[in-house]
């Protein structure tokens, strides 16, 4: 059973940065996204990176301030946030599973879900 164990999260004021990580118990996934969801708001896509190639993916609300890496095969994902903004608080879930192109920034494309960490961006 595919299992995520996501840590990070907390109370971090406007301009400030937070780290997420998330780790998955198994090689036989080939992505790791995060997605946020806000109270009131639909959940949504923050960034994801594939393991093939390395390549990763941001949603424009999070280019240049949020990075997503991993170092090595078996190692977790995380996602550094810099330059927070209250809009950016929400519940952070990660998501494994093995998407394509086309679906690796929807939800669609991941089949296992972490339990979220909360974010919160206020001064």
């Known amino acids: 059973q595919v299992q995520l164990a996501e840590s990070g999260g907390g109370l971090v004021q406007p301009g400030g940065s937070l780290k997420l990580s998330c780790a998955v118990n198994?090689?036989?996934?080939?992505?790791m996204g995060w997605f946020r969801q806000a109270p009131g708001k639909e959940r949504e896509f923050v960034a994801a990176?594939?393991?093939?190639?390395?390549?990763?993916y941001y949603a424009d609300s999070v280019k240049g301030r949020f990075s997503i890496s991993r170092d090595k095969a078996g190692s977790p994902v995380y996602l550094q946030m810099s330059s927070l903004k209250p809009e950016d608080a929400a519940v952070y879930y990660c998501?494994?599973?093995?998407?394509?192109?086309?679906?690796?920034?929807?939800?669609?494309?991941?089949?296992?879900w972490g339990q979220g960490t909360q974010v919160t961006v206020s001064s």
């Open positions: 998501a494994t599973g093995r998407p394509i192109e086309s679906t690796v920034q929807t939800e669609r494309g991941y089949t296992t």
């Open positions: 198994t090689n036989a996934v080939n992505a």
């Open positions: 990176i594939r393991w093939s190639l390395g390549r990763k």
